[in-house]
């Protein structure tokens, strides 16, 4: 006999190489206006060019103004990361040339960011596992080129100013991620910390959260980094997981062939689920950063960074364990709630309004019906009142409304707003918990139902069918446990149950 391997022992090319991963995510700050002018920062469904004047077209002579929450978005993701804040960062210019950057120039920070040393913590399948952050800073988005082709067949490329000069937040982590999860992990709960705070809604697929990696592997127990090869173009966190793996295995594999690994970007492509080469090394640019000249140092008072970091909600980490310490939610059910910030709000609100309602209850409502509606429907999810919703679960502790019908009521709500009560008014609803109602449609169901009768005394497992049919006998309204226990009663011989 042979034991299974131990869980925790890397397999594959791991066992071999350690793998190196620094990650590196820009986001889009959820600000009113851009960056540096007063151009709408809500461009998503807009027509192209639509939110742009002369700052964000780069147009010569206009003059950038610093748009002060952007800075506080990025000083309380510092503060969440337990970060260091300089007490002045100033901005610097980062030259290159592509057709999406009209001024020739991105207004980014280069050697001053206004967070720097932070970690994250989070859950892996094999523990808790602790990133570092190098640094947080805050530039401008590009334009966004849309290639296509015209009228007469031309392959063009069009330029949309809309995105142009967007607050842009960019989080780069040490060299400290070890696996294509850790990977995942590390970008689910920064996306939960982003939301939680209020700096991003972080949406990954729509780009609102670009996630690049930078990987390398050194055979383990060795010290010096190996090429290191940068993957883009990652849209969801399991393309992040599928494209690191892959990109680990590639590099193992040539490396295991006596081959040299050249320093390339690679994309990754979703569809044949491997990555290809961008662009080679020689590409890479110089951007003779230097200061900006257009805007003055940027000072950071100690009262402002205080009053920021009093004003941090609770945090990811902290909300989860407080679920499963003091609400004895499973650590899955903290997990799902905390990691949808719809979901927490509506989570604590329904405990706010009803404090006796089960938190167990409750968790299971918000991350079954309501997170499941959420995907097919978000309208209708958005329709959902915390307060109907704690209504709803304690009718049903109370043994008011069974569980069949409370999903019913449920739905009815999402429809169209309709409060619990009504709904339950309208359509009659009340749990039948009364064993003397229910003991006349329990004996009409056994006496109309023989064969099942019989099943159940050769020992078949058929309790489950007179259940079943005696909540069709009452529109789902009996006390589903009560039936169960009537009808074993019943058919084991004691008419007293
Ligand atoms: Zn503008």
Known sequence: MTAPPAPSQPSGALARYEAVIGIEVHCQLRTASKMFCGCSNTYADDPPNTHTCPVCLGLPGALPVINKRAVEHVLATGAAIEATTPPATRWDRKN???????KGYQISQYDLPLAANGRLSFQTSEGEVTI???????????????HGTDEAGRRVSLIDFNRSGAPLMEIVTDPDVRSAEQARRY???????????????ADMERGQMRVEANISLRPRGTEPFGTRVEVKNMNSFRSVERAIAFEIERQAAALDAGETLTQDTRGWNED?????????????????????????PLR?????????RAGLPELPAARRARYQADLGLSGYDAAVIVADAQ?????????????????KALANWVTGAFLGLLKMDPEAAGRVEA?????????????????????EVFAAHAADGATVASIV??????????????????????????????????????????????????????????VQEAVRGRLEGDPGS
């Open 96 to 102: 290159y040339f592509y057709p999406d950057l009209p």
């Open 132 to 146: 570092g952050i190098t640094r947080a800073h805050l530039e401008e988005d590009t334009a966004k080129l849309v």
């Open 187 to 201: 970008a689910e709960e920064l996306q939960a910390l982003l939301r939680a705070i209020g700096a991003s809604d």
């Open 272 to 296: 044949r689920g491997m990555t290809y080469v961008m662009r080679s090394k020689e590409d890479s640019h110089d951007y003779r950063y230097f200061p900006e000249p257009d805007l003055p």
């Open 300 to 308: 950071v008072d100690a009262d402002w960074l205080a009053s920021i």
């Open 343 to 359: 979901a927490t709000v509506l989570f604590e609100d329904a405990r706010s309004s009803e404090p006796n309602a089960d938190p």
């Open 387 to 407: 307060s109907e919703l704690a209504d709803l679960v304690r009718r049903v502790g109370a043994g008011e409304l069974s569980g069949t019908n409370a999903k």
């Open 425 to 482: 008014e309208a359509r009659g609803f009340r749990q039948i918990s009364d064993s003397g109602a229910l003991g006349a449609v329990i004996d009409d169901v056994i006496a109309a139902n023989p064969k099942a009768v019989a099943d159940f005394q050769a020992g078949k497992p058929v309790l489950g069918f007179f259940v079943g049919q005696v909540m069709k006998a009452t529109r789902g309204q009996a006390n589903a446990a009560l």
